[in-house]
């Protein structure tokens, strides 16, 4: 991936535990990393086909004055954010703040943090057999693509499946998204229960009827092995009514444990073996 480095920005302002530090303010230094690709600037020495190195000097200083932080932890997180929300072209960025004139009461040239952060890629299962099913699997999409950390990038067909488990309960509706997302597996797991819990979502019976069923699927190539969130989903590959809305968005994803492409295992479980 190509870079633009931004180097030790100078700016002033107003972040420290200590209260001195939010009144008078400090000098601190900003330095940025954006990965992104460069190529099609570089053919057509294009200022739109890339991002301004300028104006993202402007924007960052704008942002790093807005508010008012005790960590520098926290300022280095707000501004990876604004960056890639706000920078459609910028994949990755690397973010590191300096403090010169830390109050720490020893002699040094700064203190630093630095972080980096990026878009992850998930894939999202989405079903629903109870009231208006395709009306709750559009209100879930749209609570899922959320401005400040998701962006709902595809959404497949939806398709009438037959309960699994549980077989006294209606058919449902299923669909899968492609979404992009800043939040770590954990954040996006328990906001999308979150999610579930505004559209009403009860859990009485083991695969039983809901509202709404929000499930990771995949996030970027991750093998997780946590208890509260396991990635990729372990019955994914063996569920048509997941593969087959799968189909529509992503058929040569590659699931990371068994090295099989979406399409490969859709067809080893349908009926004849090949859809």
Known sequence: MDK???KDLEIYGFHGVNQQEKDMGQRFLVSLELFLSLQDAGESD?????VSYA???????EEFKKEKYDLIEKAAEKLAEFVLINYELVDRVKIKI??????????LDHVSVEIDRKWHTAYIAIGSNMGDKEKNLNSAIELINNPDFNRVIKVSNFY???PVGYLEQEEFLNGALEIKTLLSPKRLMRFLLEKEEELKRE???KWGPRTIDLDILLYDNLITSEEEIIIPHPRMHERLFVLIPLLDIAPYVIHPILNKRVIELANMNSEDGEL
Not at 46 to 50: E, F, G, R, Y
Not at 55 to 61: K, T
């Open 55 to 61: 104006q993202v000097c402007i924007d960052i200083e």
């Open 46 to 50: 294009d200022l739109d086909k890339t």
């Open 203 to 205: 859990r009485i019976i």
């Open 160 to 162: 009438e499946t037959k």
């Open 98 to 107: 300096k403090k010169p004139w830390a109050p720490i009461g020893k002699p």
């Open 4 to 6: 633009i480095y931004i």
